[in-house]
C-alpha cells in the first residue's frame, strides 16, 4: 500500500481490515484523536478533510509491518 497508487481513505480502511482493529483502535495507535481520525476518512472535496502527513503514511506501515512479522 503505497499512498502514490492508493488514497488515503482506502488505506486507512485497508490497514483497519488487515491489522483487525477499529478507527478507534488505529487512531489511538497513532496517537491521534477520534476526530482527526474521521477528517482523514473524509473524501477529499470536503471541507473539513486533512491529508495524512508522512509521518502517519509510515507509522502506518511500520504498525502493518510489524503485524506481518508477528503472523
Known amino acids: 500500500m503505497d499512498k502514490r497508487?492508493?488514497?488515503q481513505q482506502a488505506f486507512l480502511q485497508q490497514?483497519?481490515?488487515q491489522l483487525a482493529m477499529t478507527w478507534e483502535q488505529l487512531a489511538?495507535?497513532?496517537?491521534t484523536?477520534?476526530?482527526c481520525f474521521d477528517k482523514w476518512?473524509?473524501?477529499h472535496?470536503?471541507?473539513e478533510y486533512r491529508?495524512?502527513?508522512?509521518a502517519e503514511w509510515r507509522r502506518v506501515r511500520e504498525l502493518l509491518r510489524a503485524a506481518i512479522v508477528q503472523s
Open 33 to 35: 484523536s477520534l476526530r
Open 5 to 7: 497508487f492508493l488514497p
Open 45 to 47: 472535496y470536503d471541507p
Open 15 to 17: 490497514a483497519m481490515q
Open 51 to 54: 491529508d495524512l502527513e508522512e
Open 28 to 31: 489511538s495507535s497513532l496517537g
Open 41 to 43: 476518512m473524509l473524501p
